[in-house]
């Protein structure tokens, strides 16, 4: 059947059967019932839909003489709704007010079946009437005509035979046969039984008779006690109200991350689509410390440097004041005091072994709730998970008139006997480099190691440097040498400010109708292609509005001939979506943004911009 949706649609099995038969009472009503499935064939069950019928006479594309309307009609767990055509609601959009009034003999009729389970009904198909309906003007012929006038006498008929045969009946299921004689089908006399899911319960009906609401049959008294669910429990799949039902273990289906690092490739286990990342090594723009970053902390905020959009990371979970234990230092024999613990003799560290004041300096570093220390490569840190207590509001200071250490609630610690260094010589740990001929040392140190610089001394050319601007780039080039970028600009933006008319699920190439900026003119407006001046990285930036009705749109990123990637997909009606994406691209690539219009007739409203990020 037509597709609904992208993802849904509903397939008919239609099944019409009539009631109608010689009799007096002839039911005026056609049964048509089918199943509703998804595109992948499932049923689609408990499911609200509406319904409309149209009767139309001469063609499939001529006159609506009836036509009626079942709205919310529920659909049965698995997926069947049941119907009678002539007892729905009519329209009023149609000459004939009742199923009655068609004149089934005037012209040869058609059944058009709408489905509405979204926003707009969809028409399923036009299929003619052939023999079963026209019982309803068949019926006519038990409409008695005017007594006519009396016949003639006819003569006598001859004696009949004697009552000596010995013939017998015979029947296969649909045909009558008598020995000797003819045969009679009464495939017109079965009736079937059926069971119909209405919104009000379940009826069993026998054909050409009527219908019995079974809602009230249970056997046990409990309407739910049947019904049956999945679950999973630590990978084991089984349904539920069975206590000896299979568990399935789904855990062979589970999949993970796989990385070479010499082959430089990541791959899915359980598939063979391996993706080598081997060309992202290398620093895109050629400066290796341009990326590096350190933290910063300002009050209880652990920020990152380089990154001026970073909200920080609050640290006032890790204070922790509640206790009374205070810390101090005994000068005289150099130890480290903690209130209920022993003291640490730090004696030891008074004097530098080797003579290097700087080397032993640490830093601490936290990832998470881990702190660690730096210069120990087999430090497991310190999990501070335990200490967090936001409860306190204690504040460390120093006092530099008297070299003291404070904390507040504690006693406070004189740091005096580490203001001197131990040589009592303040400066004679700062070092700096000199450079006598051609030779590069450090000093303060004797035996220092020398650089000869000769090697790096070349007063034989005479290369110039030149500078040249163009639209794009800024480049400096000298002579007999590289060339070397120190500026370029790309950018373009471009809005879409009329929403056009176009095809229900086709691909529609943004086209937009004002330009804001085209620097570099990488965009054409016509063809809504950007073609890449210079390889690089590039951001794009997309705001599209969904104007009109209809849903299941999608934002589309075309590299060259493929799909990059869906920016958004299943875009309702009436809704705005903003995206940016960054790609790496080659000179001569091409990009493109399409919009697919889904059940939608319309392109929609938006703007499409992009600049190169290097």
């Given amino acids: 059947m037509k597709s609904v949706s992208k993802y849904v649609a509903v397939s008919l099995f239609a099944v019409i059967s009539t009631g109608l038969f010689g009799q007096d009472n002839v039911p005026l009503g056609i ?66 007010g009742e199923l009655s009034q068609i004149s089934w003999e005037s012209a040869f009729h058609f059944l058009k079946v709408e489905v509405k389970f979204e926003n707009d009904f969809m028409d399923m198909g036009t299929m003619q009437f052939l023999a079963v309906p026209y019982a309803l003007y068949a019926r006519k012929s038990l409409e008695p005509g005017p007594a006519g006038p009396k016949g003639d006498a006819g003569p006598k008929g001859e004696p009949g035979d004697q009552a000596s045969d010995d013939q017998t009946l015979s029947f296969d299921g649909t045909t009558l046969s008598i020995a000797g004689g003819n045969s009679l089908s009464l495939t017109d006399l079965l009736q079937n039984l059926t069971v119909s899911y209405q919104t009000d319960g379940t009826y069993l009906g026998i054909s050409r008779g009527n219908s019995v609401k079974l809602a009230t ?22 349904i539920t109200n069975n206590a000896l ?55 209880n905020l652990l920020t990152i440097s380089k990154n001026p959009a970073s909200p920080g990371v609050d640290l006032a979970k890790y204070l922790d004041d509640t206790d009374d234990q205070q810390l101090s230092f005994n000068s005289l024999n150099n130890t480290l005091i903690l209130t209920g613990n022993d003291p640490v003799d730090l004696s030891s560290l008074e004097n530098d072994a080797d003579a290097d004041a700087a080397n032993e300096i640490q830093d601490l570093a936290l990832s998470g709730n881990l702190l660690t220390i730096s210069k120990n490569s087999t430090s497991t840190g310190v999990d501070l998970t335990g200490f967090l ?47 006598v001929g051609n030779k590069l040392s450090l000093t303060g140190k004797t035996g220092a190691f020398e650089l000869n610089m000769a090697a790096y001394l070349d007063d034989t050319d005479n290369q110039t440097l030149t500078f040249t601007e163009t639209d794009l780039t800024k480049t400096v080039t000298i002579s ?24 229900q ?44 009705s209809g849903g299941s749109r999608e934002l589309i990123l075309y590299l060259n001939t493929d799909v990059y990637e869906k920016l958004a997909i299943e ?15 080659d000179s001569g690539d091409l990009v493109k943004l399409v919009i697919y219009t889904g059940m939608s007739l319309q392109t929609g409203t938006g703007s499409f911009s992009g600049f190169k990020v290097n």
């Fill in 217 to 238: 049959i249970e056997a046990d008294g409990d309407p739910a006690n049947e019904i049956q669910d999945l679950v999973i429990s630590s990978d084991k799949l089984k």
């Fill in 31 to 96: 049964h048509y019932q089918a199943v509703a499935r998804d595109n992948y064939g499932n049923e689609l069950v408990n499911r609200k839909i509406s319904v409309k019928f149209s009767i139309i006479k001469d063609d499939p594309l001529g006159e609506v003489v009836y036509q009626e309307l079942y709205q919310d009609i529920l659909t049965s767990r698995f997926g069947v709704f049941s119907l009678i055509i002539g007892n729905g609601k009519p329209t009023g959009n149609s000459p004939c």
């Fill in 389 to 435: 207590d936001d409860t306190d509001d204690q504040q460390l200071s120093f006092n530099s008139v008297n070299n003291t250490l404070i904390l507040t609630g504690n006693d406070p610690v004189d740091l005096s006997s580490l203001e001197n260094d131990a040589d009592a010589d303040a400066t004679n740990e700062i070092q700096d480099l000199q450079l």
């Fill in 505 to 548: 699920l086709s691909e529609i190439p943004f086209q937009p109708d004002e330009e804001t900026y085209n620097i570099g003119s990488p965009y054409n407006q016509t063809s809504g292609i950007f073609t890449v001046p210079l390889s690089g990285l590039y951001t794009f930036n997309i705001y599209y509005s969904a104007d009109g």
């Fill in 245 to 299: 039902a299979t568990e399935w273990d789904l855990s062979p289906y589970r999949q993970s991350l796989l990385w070479d690092p010499v082959a430089r490739v990541i791959s899915i286990s359980g598939t063979n689509s391996p993706v080598n990342l081997s060309e992202l090594e290398n620093d895109a723009d050629a400066d290796p410390a341009n990326e590096m970053q350190d933290l910063a902390l300002s009050g």
């Fill in 571 to 585: 875009i309702g009606s009436g809704t705005i979506t903003s995206r940016s994406i960054t790609m790496n691209l």
């Fill in 480 to 503: 007999d040498g590289n060339d070397v970028i120190i500026d370029n600009k790309v950018a373009f933006r471009y809005k879409k400010t009329v929403s056009t008319i176009a095809s």
